[in-house]
């Protein structure tokens, strides 16, 4: 079974305006990371955003938020204020503790494009 | 500068022709870690080191071999290449004790079997 879910393949949004990008998450672990990176057309892994299964707030970096509902296992990022520069593949992750080891699970990506 | 550097950056081989992708972090990192990224699939963990010879199988372990006898090195070694290896391969680091667990990624090695 599918640890990590983004049911939306692509999407579009319009320039200045806010998009949602969903992630739901699959674990018995009580203590788990979650992760949201970019991926631009050049290729590179970019780390955007990180929430802690014990954080009780939600996360903030700037412009990205996470929307983290524990009990949903979602943890929806979101982008506001969309820029150009937005325009890239997004990937949701988790990190479980397994034994002792750490293993890091992906999500098979959205495409975001920002529209002028 | 902090960073995971990986070579070669791009690759063609033959199948069959034994290869090796370096992967190095100048951040002292305990645990690190190989992916490869394929269309539609996502981000697939292949092996991972949780310290200096520690390691341990991901998701798709087979045909491929990683050692980790410095800290800071965790080649990945495809001992005898085949087309369904063709792939973007991403080697990652980790600060355990950093409280986040963020990884940080190599810049990715792109490589194509004939």
């Known amino acids: 079974a599918q640890k990590i879910t983004q049911t939306q393949p692509g999407m579009f949004v319009q320039e200045k305006e806010a998009v949602t990008l969903d992630c739901t998450y699959d674990t018995s672990d009580q203590s788990y990371g979650l992760f949201w990176y970019k991926q631009p057309s050049s290729g590179e892994m970019i780390f955007l955003i990180y929430q802690g299964s014990y954080d009780e707030q939600n996360a903030t970096e700037g412009r990205y938020s996470l929307n983290f509902q524990k009990a949903r296992k979602s943890a929806n990022l979101v982008i506001s204020a969309s820029q150009l520069g937005d325009s890239a593949m997004y990937f949701c992750a988790m990190r479980e503790i397994t034994s002792g080891t750490y293993k890091y699970i992906f999500g098979t990506g959205t495409r975001l494009k920002v529209l002028a | 500068e902090a960073q995971v550097t990986q070579n070669p950056r791009y690759l063609i081989t033959v199948t069959g022709k034994k290869l090796t992708v370096t992967c190095s972090q100048n951040m002292n990192h305990e645990y690190m870690s190989w992916y490869r990224q394929d269309p539609g699939l996502g981000l697939r963990q292949i092996y991972y080191?949780?310290?200096?010879?520690?390691?341990d199988k991901g998701d798709v372990p087979e045909g491929y071999k990683v050692s980790r006898k410095e800290k800071r090195n965790f080649p990945l070694i495809l001992e005898s290449p085949s087309p369904n290896q063709t792939s973007l391969y991403f080697c990652?680091?980790?600060?355990?004790?950093?409280?986040?667990?963020?990884?940080?990624f190599g810049p990715g090695t792109r490589l194509t079997v004939l």
């Open positions: 990652a680091s980790t600060e355990l004790a950093g409280g986040t667990d963020t990884q940080y």
């Open positions: 080191s949780m310290n200096v010879e520690v390691t």
